[in-house]
């Protein structure tokens, strides 16, 4: 599935957790939802949603669903060196200098201040401004007293309006980090979200547990959507072999391309969830597929990312039904599979896997302590 959504499934027939995610450290963290750019170490990864399914995109005063909150002020004023304060007096000369009816010269504080007015998330306003420099939020701290030329405010101020529109922050940024992997994503894929590391959690788990004695596992992830998952396994546990599939062509266009970015190997195939796997068994299966309710109205706030890696039926359950009912004949004896679901489905997960013969079936929550993942094995 093209990317995944905060807690929404992974790509399109398939696109859209907390043991290990919690645990890291927490400048890992912050670089991770920073969109790329280191942050301070006490910053928190809490997720705030307005629907546990979703990570919804934010309203514009909203805090965007998928970023920390800002760094909070330090409580002292920041001491302007010398050349600063001359900058400053020297802004307000130039602006009083261009007189009435010329735009005046902005700093980069004029234009945050302005995208803040406009009802941005102060974080969304600097990643995006930090996008059109080439800076990091630490030089734009440093530095907002600088002039902003007229072309680089204009492409700033389309982004504002784009992000106004719900546009996710990752599209207008190209990119959007996950499981420590810089992923290049755009509105073929849908977002990958950080509770989906849950599932990547899960699976190195098992690898270096009950699936060690195993010399090269193999690992199937159905509906791959940006390539976050199958990437980012391949990439922490090397000895796996790792095969990703996805319904849609151009979808496996943005994760192949991922993965020949990342130098990581993959085998990408296209077609319906088991489909291309005909005759093929693996000792670990992982999915993130749709799996949001065709009338849940919190859909009209993903209005920007893939439809068909979004929604799964009336009750939500239509991929996950599919998944499990294939599943026998594609894993080895002992074989694992593990699958993202809606923080409301956790019983009917567990009651699909233990219906088609799986056993140890356990469910584990995301970040925010919601259940998020269902897994058992054969």
């Known amino acids: ?147 902003l030329p007229a072309e680089q405010i204009a492409t700033f101020e389309a982004l504002v309006a784009r992000r106004r529109e719900g546009e996710p922050v990752a599209y207008l940024l190209g990119e959007k980090e996950f499981h420590g992997l810089l992923l290049q994503v755009d509105a073929r894929v849908l977002v990958p979200r950080p509770d989906t590391e849950v599932l990547v959690d899960w699976a190195l788990e098992l690898l270096r547990t009950e699936l060690v004695a195993v010399r090269q596992p193999t690992v199937a992830d159905l509906g791959t959507g940006s390539g976050a998952i199958a990437l980012a396994v391949r990439h922490a546990f090397q000895a796996a072999a790792v095969t990703a599939t996805d319904a849609s062509a151009e979808a496996l266009a943005v994760a192949r391309a991922n993965g020949d970015r990342l130098g990581l190997t993959v085998e990408w195939l296209q077609g319906h969830w088991w489909a291309p796997l005909a005759g093929r068994r693996f000792d670990l299966v992982l999915s993130n597929p749709p799996y949001i309710r065709e009338a849940d109205p919190h859909r009209a706030a993903l209005v920007h990312e893939p439809r068909g890696a979004l929604a799964a039926g009336a009750s939500g359950l239509d991929d996950l039904q599919r998944i499990v009912a294939g599943a026998a004949r594609h894993l080895q004896p002992g074989g694992w599979l593990l699958l993202e679901h809606g923080f409301d489905q956790g019983a009917d997960v567990a009651r699909l896997l233990t219906d088609a013969g799986f056993v140890g079936i356990e469910t584990r929550g995301d970040l925010a302590g919601l259940p998020r993942c269902t897994g058992g094995h054969r």
């Open 1 to 147: 599935m093209p990317g995944r959504p905060l807690a929404a499934p992974q790509q399109g027939q398939g696109d859209g957790g907390c043991c290990g995610a919690a645990a890291r450290q927490g400048a890992q963290r912050a670089r991770r939802e920073g969109g790329g750019h280191p942050q301070g170490a006490d910053r928190q990864r809490r997720p705030q949603r307005p629907h546990p399914h979703l990570q919804l995109p934010a309203r514009p005063a909203d805090r965007s669903p998928h970023q920390p909150d800002a760094v909070p002020a330090s409580g002292h004023r920041r001491r302007r060196s010398r050349r600063d304060r001359r900058g400053v007096a020297g802004g307000t000369r130039r602006r009083a200098a261009g007189g009435a009816g010329k735009r005046p010269v902005s700093t980069l504080q004029d234009a945050l201040s302005a995208a803040r007015a406009a009802g941005l998330d102060r974080l969304d306003a600097q990643l995006l401004l930090g996008h059109v420099l080439g800076r990091s939020r630490a030089w734009l701290l440093a530095h907002d007293d600088e002039a």
